[in-house]
């Protein structure tokens, strides 16, 4: 890019460039259908030759407003927004692997995407090879399979909070021709931009921090454009043989850096259909108008409270990746420098009995199955998202049947404090 911007104007000012007149706000295009004034130009759309939109199912202006936004954030070179953080992760997957097909994932990852590679994914003939994201390079090179299309991995784990060796990651997948995914939902852009370590797609639950209100649930998809799919062709003949459904066009001929994310619309989009609501993504658009401001107020709170747990005698242990001393401290300095997250896992002494009993006492942090909001919010993860696991699949996925997940919010730091103080009295 020949001036990239920073980051902050880019949350204020990306994605939607008004014209003369046009409004300053990004108007939300609460429409299913567009109008065309003769059959051919709707044609061309339908052949992909044309740019445009013809229903909202695939694309809507609003939609690919905030993903331009997303994409430049992150420095990627395309981007789509999903109606949530699953779909983004199963069409970032599937847009490359088909029954027969074979992805390394870090097992340190969000029980949903766990469940969906490892339980849904299975189902449609795609096989999944979970590894330790702390492994060594010989170690994790053992994973993979002449048939492996993809290897899958979090910035850092929800909830388990592994800070991943990104450039590690990525010299296995290119090591192997693949590309390395990466769901960047908890360090969100404003503390690590994975395409610039390696990556090559990044995914997002923009539900979490980039709405940051609990406000809208939604995904999203970008592409850094790099890895080159035509060097390793027979891997990846959806990129790069012609598509019957469209007339034999071939993706990677005719969409250059593009074609990831425009298969993924032109197919996925349109035989899956989970696509954002326009409602939905002019308010995630105003969540991150304000993320480069909220991000780091998470943080420094997150740290604050993760000092003032350590020196608890009640309290067992306590993780944070912002913390001088946490396993993956390291890792965090290195890949991002200015905060990781505002989310902090910790056991109480009493393990799963008094996790509860604290829970219930809270007063200022409500119980809810959700994470990386304005509001603090806390969940017991065994007894919540990963209760359909067993307790050896909890300990493989980095989560203490005891550990008590708190995700620290934008509130007064103080306030928080004192209310874990009187929670555990
Ligand atoms: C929440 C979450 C998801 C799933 O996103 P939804 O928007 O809830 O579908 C995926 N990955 C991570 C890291 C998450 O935290």
Not at 218 to 231: E, K, L, Q, R, T
Request: proline share 5%.
């Amino acid at each position: 890019m020949a001036n990239p911007r920073a980051i902050e104007t880019t949350c204020i000012q990306g994605g939607w460039n008004p014209g003369n007149g046009q409004p300053r706000q990004l108007p939300i295009y609460q429409s299913t259908t567009f109008k065309y004034t003769s059959s051919e130009a709707m044609g061309k759309l339908f052949d992909l030759e044309a740019e445009g939109y013809f229903y909202t199912r695939l694309q809507n202006p609003t939609n690919d407003a905030v993903a331009a936004k997303i994409c430049e954030m992150e420095g990627g070179a395309a981007a789509m927004l999903t109606s949530s953080g699953q779909a983004a992760n199963f069409f970032a997957v599937i847009n490359i692997c088909s029954a027969g097909d074979h992805v390394v994932s870090s097992a340190t990852i969000y029980g949903g995407t766990s469940n969906l590679l490892t339980v849904t994914l299975k189902r449609f003939g795609i096989d999944v090879t979970l590894v330790d994201p702390d492994a060594s390079e010989e170690e994790l090179e053992k994973a993979f399979q002449p048939n492996t299309k993809c290897v899958f991995a979090e910035t850092i784990a929800n909830p388990a909070l592994v800070v991943l060796d990104i450039e590690k990651f990525a010299r296995l997948a290119h090591g192997h021709g693949v590309p390395l995914i990466i769901d960047n939902t908890f360090a969100t852009p404003i503390n690590c931009r994975p395409i610039e370590w390696g990556a090559d797609i990044v995914t997002h639950s923009t539900t979490k921090y980039m709405d940051g209100h609990g406000m809208t649930v939604g995904g999203c998809i970008v592409d850094s454009g790099n890895f080159d799919w035509n060097a390793y062709a027979d891997k990846f003949p959806g990129l790069t043989t012609p598509d019957e459904s469209y007339h034999g066009i071939i993706y990677t001929e005719r969409f250059g850096k593009g074609a990831f994310i425009t298969k993924a619309t032109a197919q996925l989009m349109r035989d899956l259909g989970a696509i954002q609501s326009p409602q939905n993504a002019f308010l995630l658009n105003a969540g991150l108008e304000s993320l480069h401001l909220r991000v780091p107020r998470h943080c420094e709170n997150a740290r604050k409270v993760a000092e003032f747990l350590q020196g608890r005698d009640d309290v067992a242990w306590v993780k944070y990746p912002g913390l001088p001393g946490d396993k993956y401290h390291a890792l965090a300095e290195k890949y991002m420098p200015n905060g990781t997250c505002g989310v902090i896992s910790f056991g109480l002494k009493g393990g799963r009995q008094a996790a509860a009993a604290f829970m219930d006492k809270l007063k200022v942090a409500s119980i809810a199955t959700h994470v990386a909001d304005a509001r603090t919010c806390v969940l017991h993860p065994a007894s919540h998202t990963h209760r359909q696991l067993s307790d050896e699949q909890l300990i493989e996925a980095g989560v203490d049947p005891a550990m008590i997940r708190y995700s620290v919010g934008i509130e007064n730091a103080e306030d928080l404090i004192k209310d874990i103080e009187q929670a555990l009295a």
